[in-house]
């Protein structure tokens, strides 16, 4: 906020207000490595982890895990507002047979979710399939489940967004020649016009980002001619970002002075969604770069796509019954897949029908999913359990 000639606070601003000097104080600092101690590299202001250090403190006690978490908080608000985890997955067998379900995606769509918010469309387009997330939970739920288990995304997600968030993914294919996007920032606000953003105060401008997490997934190499991410560090603390990102001179600064960083296969990056970035252009000639763009909204907020969680609980309880009843998934497999595939937060909701009884919520989606496996519930069973939550709901 500012303070007009009256010593009041301005809530209130124009696209006229937007200040490109203003804007470059905010980019160019630098990251302070003290301020990150446990971070394995800082590569260009992007802050590097080591997702064996992660797995590792996954594997310890709850604070080794929130010293992680607090330093990925800092560095998404007060710092750069981007790290990298190398070796996300540290298999990478899984990422090949999600792979492989996306293909199975877009050979089914033959051309559907082309479009790109930021990018060209038409038949020479980058490849997009939209919701990705509830399609491959459709097209190969127990894909689905080894995928969304990884401990370490619920580590990151709760970093910045606490429990219940939700998960959306889109995947992107970058062809050989494929252009770069434009650069800009991401939902809610990014992706608005300038006059309808300013028509919210800049409190509401600055929490938004607050409310989701932007994140890619690795699913090929991506050396630096594929196109990573083009990223401007520290970018996400211009206040007024949301609508000068639309400016020209914005993205001419952004083109003069956006970081790339490399990534192999299973790595991933995660980045403040008002941080300034860019799918980068892919230079070479026979090398398409994928990955899973993953979009984790919190429990409060509304996600950019609507997802039928409900759906995928039913498509892939046979799986998670199988593995409960098998033992196969460690304490933290289990929490990071239940959050994942599940609405965690028990509202809105018709409380003449659901009341709260016994607390101060009523029992969440997830709440019945875990007790379902823990209860060893038939897929029958549970499927009518599932419903009655749902009817309950209803207005």
């Not at 997490?213 to 520290?234: C, I, N, R, Y």
Request: glycine letters at 6%; one cysteine or more.
């Amino acid at each position: 906020m500012r303070r007009n000639g009256q010593g009041t606070s301005t809530s209130f601003f124009q696209i006229s207000d937007v200040d490109l000097d203003a804007f470059k104080i905010s980019c160019e600092q630098s990251v302070q490595p003290e301020r990150y101690p446990l971070a394995a590299d800082i590569i260009s202001n992007v802050v590097i982890y080591d997702g064996a250090d992660l797995r590792a403190a996954a594997n310890g006690d709850s604070d080794s895990v929130n010293a992680f978490q607090n330093e990925m908080a800092d560095v998404l608000l007060h710092g750069p507002g981007v790290f990298a985890i190398k070796g996300f997955y540290a298999k990478t067998s899984i990422i090949d047979a999600m792979s492989q379900v996306f293909e199975q995606i877009l050979e089914n769509e033959r051309g559907y979710g082309a479009g790109d918010h930021f990018g060209k469309t038409g038949p020479q387009a980058n490849g997009r399939i939209w919701n990705v997330f509830q399609k491959s939970a459709e097209a190969n739920p127990e894909v689905f489940v080894h995928y969304y288990k990884n401990p370490l995304l619920q580590i990151v997600s709760e970093a910045w967004l606490g429990p219940h968030y939700q998960m959306t993914a889109q995947v992107n294919i970058v062809r050989p020649g494929g252009a770069a996007q434009v650069s800009h920032r991401d939902f809610h606000l990014g992706f608005q016009q300038p006059q309808e953003t300013a028509r919210y105060p800049i409190h509401i401008q600055q929490m938004s980002a607050m409310l989701t997490l932007q994140g890619a997934v690795a699913h090929t190499d991506m050396p630096l001619e594929s196109g990573p991410t083009k990223l401007l560090p520290f970018s996400q603390h211009y206040p007024l970002g949301y609508m000068a990102y639309h400016e020209k001179a914005f993205q001419d600064y952004f083109e003069n002075n956006y970081v790339q960083v490399p990534l192999e296969k299973g790595d991933a990056v995660f980045f403040n969604p008002a941080l300034f970035h860019a799918a980068g252009e892919n230079r070479t000639l026979d090398f398409h770069r994928s990955a899973n763009l993953l979009q984790v909204s919190s429990a409060f907020s509304k996600p950019m796509e609507t997802v039928d969680l409900a759906h995928i609980c039913r498509k892939v309880y046979p799986v998670l019954l199988n593995l409960w009843r098998n033992d196969a998934l460690s304490p933290d497999e289990k929490n990071a897949i239940i959050t994942t595939a599940t609405d965690g937060y028990s509202f809105p909701t018709n409380l003449d029908t659901d009341p709260p009884i016994g607390g101060l919520a009523p029992e969440s989606m997830e709440a019945l999913l875990h007790r379902a496996l823990d209860e060893d519930m038939q897929a029958a069973t549970f499927e009518v359990a599932l419903a009655q939550l749902r009817e309950k709901q209803r207005a």
